[in-house]
């Protein structure tokens, strides 16, 4: 058989949309990865952002963490570390680890009888219910949603942020749409596919800045809470995900596990393309707990740190600078996770089985700011 050389092919947006990020490459073997492709598939995440290989069904979980750690070959444990199995963690529910490849995780909604030596499961997909103050009524569930909650990957206290996640689509249901609404006041909506992940790029979100917040982003830094998924559970925030209120439901440091100040993070806003240079927002809304000013002051007030990155964010999650990812079995969708923010979208029936799996690792440095 003839090997053709890989092709990257820029996704064409669809109507109206205004999206400028995303392509699908064809033409290099995952599981077999040479030296040559991996530096084609490098080029095109950092170009493109999030880049899409179809047909990998039979993609191991051991060559889609080698294909992980290829970005950050220093990287070893999951980007979360081990703080996922704390049982106050939002995180908890959502994920299940493959025995025999730990750094990948299994995510989902339905009963699984048998999958990667996991036996007799169930999945939980995230609904919008358990982080949304006001929520879709249950009979419109079915034909409405919001998106969860917009993140970064990344646990955001001691590990550093995964430069690249991988999510590989192993059941997906199909059939259905529906229709997004953002709660933030706005009248805006979207047409998506059943359980679509939606992606924005931190790029375009700087870029729609005006010039005098753009100087603010470019000085000042972000601190997280410490043990921001305990902390943040059960917050319930407004505004499409972006976590714009949370009516102080974030957890007391006393009622954290010990914190240690060393691991809090304290990150730039804008973080450094390593292939083009480019500046991304790069901000995880519902984690941060103070904003630090070029001249050394601190922005304290939660609700005030909220509303100036929720202004700042914003713009870029408007419908036309969302792109959906339209689900089939077999995608491989990498992404670079210090260059898009995303979002979990949908509300599944309890029979309708979606079996996905993802990886991403706790990056070897820390993000490179301006
Ligand atoms: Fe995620």
């Not at 680890?97 to 999958?115: D, E, K, L, R």
């Not at 034909?143 to 990344?154: G, L, S, V």
């Not at 997906?172 to 979207?190: A, C, I, N």
């Not at 931190?202 to 729609?208: A, K």
């Amino acid at each position: 058989m003839a090997v053709l050389p890989p092709t990257v092919r820029p996704i064409q947006p669809p109507a109206g949309s205004k999206i400028d990020f995303g392509a699908e490459i064809t033409g290099v073997d995952l599981e077999n990865l040479t030296d040559e492709h991996f530096a084609t598939v490098r080029n095109a995440l950092y170009q493109h952002h999030v880049v899409i290989f179809k047909n990998q069904q039979k993609i191991s979980p051991k060559a889609q963490y080698e294909l992980t750690k290829r970005f950050d070959p220093a990287a070893e444990s999951y980007g979360h570390g081990k703080t996922i199995d704390a049982k106050r963690s939002v995180l908890h529910p959502d994920l299940k680890t493959v025995p025999h490849q730990p750094q990948v995780q299994i995510i989902g909604n339905g009963f699984v009888p048998s999958y990667e030596g996991l036996e007799n499961f169930q999945l939980r997909h995230p609904h919008h219910r358990t982080f949304h103050k006001d929520h879709i009524p249950d009979d419109k569930d079915y034909d409405f949603t919001r998106f969860y909650r917009w993140h970064i990957d990344a646990a955001l206290y001691d590990l550093n942020p995964p430069q690249v996640t991988t999510l590989l689509a192993v059941s997906v249901p199909k059939g259905r749409r529906q229709t997004l609404l953002y709660d933030d006041g706005s009248d805006e909506t979207m047409d998506v596919p059943l359980g679509t992940t939606a992606f924005v790029s931190g790029e375009r979100m700087f870029e729609l800045l005006s010039p005098g917040e753009q100087e603010f982003v470019r000085t000042s830094k972000i601190e997280y809470a410490p043990h921001p998924y305990i902390w943040m559970s059960p917050a319930h925030s407004r505004s499409t995900g972006l976590g714009l209120h949370s009516e102080g439901l974030e957890l007391p440091d006393k009622e954290l596990p010990p914190i240690d100040d060393e691991k809090i993070m304290i990150l730039p806003m804008l973080w450094k393309n390593p292939v083009t240079g480019k500046l991304a927002l790069q901000v995880h809304p519902s984690a941060i707990r103070r904003i630090h000013l070029a001249d050394g002051s601190v922005i304290d007030d939660l609700e005030r740190v909220r509303d100036i990155i929720y202004r700042l964010q914003r713009p870029a999650i408007s419908p036309q600078y969302v792109y959906a990812h339209d689900w089939e079995e077999g995608d491989l969708v990498l992404f670079n996770n210090r260059g898009v923010l995303h979002s979990v979208v949908g509300a599944f029936k309890p029979d309708e089985v979606r079996l996905f799996r993802q990886c991403n690792l706790a990056a070897s440095e820390p993000p490179v700011g301006p």
